[in-house]
């Protein structure tokens, strides 16, 4: 077992982590040939970095976070927004599901600990993705119900008064050290799990253990592999 003590909870970040977080797709799908190949990459870099920007202020509903990324991803390549698309892509979000593999590791783990979800979703959205993961949880938290997005630490302070919890008494489990690990440091999570799945660079001097196959999560809690 990779804890010095067996949690009271896993919380687990969604989508990017647990659920595919196809947005990129999405966003070619809409836009279709009004992307052109020549500003698809840098738009779909701006947009991401607008998305993390606007989760960092006042909150605002997820689909509004979705339009104003792409407005302003659309201003910064010269493109013209339409209000129309931006709906459609975030329309498309619940329809996703889980990684390869992770509907089994999370069913074994759950006969071990209980699982949480705290997501940048809206509790609609929220409640969809979880489904799709066919895994038991017994609370999943949005970013809605919260009034605030991770990275902010009024995340986690959300999150240790909702569970009546320590921030030693969780591991968190996250692909994002962005949107998670470094906020989960800070408010002295100690016990992390980064699952790196290629899109964000390894932080390690975060302190969490580090896996590429989501099947060694329940590895670390000291489950045999299957």
Not at 13 to 22: A, H, V, Y
Not at 90 to 112: F, K, M, Q, S
Not at 183 to 209: C, P, Q
Request: hydrophobic fraction near 40%; include cysteine.
């Amino acid at each position: 077992m990779a804890f010095d003590v067996k949690p009271k909870f896993v919380t687990f970040d969604m989508n990017g982590t647990l659920i595919k977080f196809s947005i990129n797709d999405a966003m070619r799908e809409v836009l279709g040939d009004r992307l052109p190949a020549e500003v698809a990459e840098e738009y779909l870099r701006v947009c991401k970095a607008y998305r993390i920007d606007e989760c960092t202020g006042a909150y605002q509903p997820f689909h509004q976070v979705v339009a104003r990324s792409m407005e302003r991803a659309s201003r910064w390549v010269g493109l013209e927004y339409r209000e129309e698309e931006a709906r459609e892509v975030y329309e498309i979000i619940p329809t996703w599901g889980p990684y390869p593999g992770v509907t089994d590791a999370l069913n074994r783990l759950a006969e071990e600990v209980p699982l949480v979800i705290i997501t940048n979703s809206d509790t609609a959205h929220a409640e969809r993705l979880s489904k799709n993961l066919e895994a038991p949880f017994e609370v999943v938290i949005s970013a809605e119900e919260m009034g605030v997005y991770k990275p902010r630490l009024a995340a986690f302070e959300y999150l240790f008064d909702k569970l009546d919890v320590r921030p030693d008494e969780l591991v968190h489990v996250s692909a994002s050290p962005m949107y998670d690990h470094r906020s989960a440091a800070t408010m002295g999570i100690k016990n992390k799990v980064y699952v790196d799945r290629g899109f964000e660079h390894d932080e390690h001097w975060l302190g969490y253990e580090r896996i590429t196959d989501i099947a060694d999560l329940p590895v670390l809690f000291g489950l045999p592999r299957p």
